[in-house]
């Protein structure tokens, strides 16, 4: 089993910074995939960005530029930099892990940007 416990939304003003943080715990060496996933309301769940366990990152073109994930082996915590945000980036933002068998979610963090 997998535990991911994300911190760091919080309120933001439009062209601000905020970083999330995923720390995960568990049977870390079953992981494939990391992700952020970002869900608005009324609206469904989409990724963000991802990183593989090899270091390779996948982007949302809505967040290219702007966001930036990152991983920290020695603290077993996924990073997202969220540069320039924007009213739109406003969402329930979600850690994923990708297992070959199950994908485990954590209990999500706001991210507010206010104009």
């Known amino acids: 089993q997998v535990q991911l416990v994300e911190s760091g939304g919080g309120l933001v003003q439009a062209g601000g910074s905020l970083r999330l943080s995923c720390a995960v715990s568990?049977?870390?060496?079953?992981?494939?995939?990391m992700g952020w996933y970002s869900q608005a309301p009324g609206k469904q769940r989409e990724l963000v960005a991802s990183?593989?366990?090899?270091?390779?990152?996948n982007y949302a073109d809505s967040v290219k530029g702007r966001f930036t994930i990152s991983g920290d082996n020695a603290k077993n915590t996924v990073y997202l930099q969220m540069n320039s945000l924007k009213p739109e980036d406003t969402a329930v933002y979600y850690c994923?892990?990708?297992?070959?068998?199950?994908?485990?979610w954590g209990q999500g963090t706001q991210v507010t940007v206010s104009s």
């Open positions: 994923n892990a990708k297992t070959a068998v199950y994908p485990y």
């Open positions: 568990g049977t870390i060496f079953s992981i494939l995939n």
């Open positions: 990183i593989t366990s090899g270091g390779r990152t």
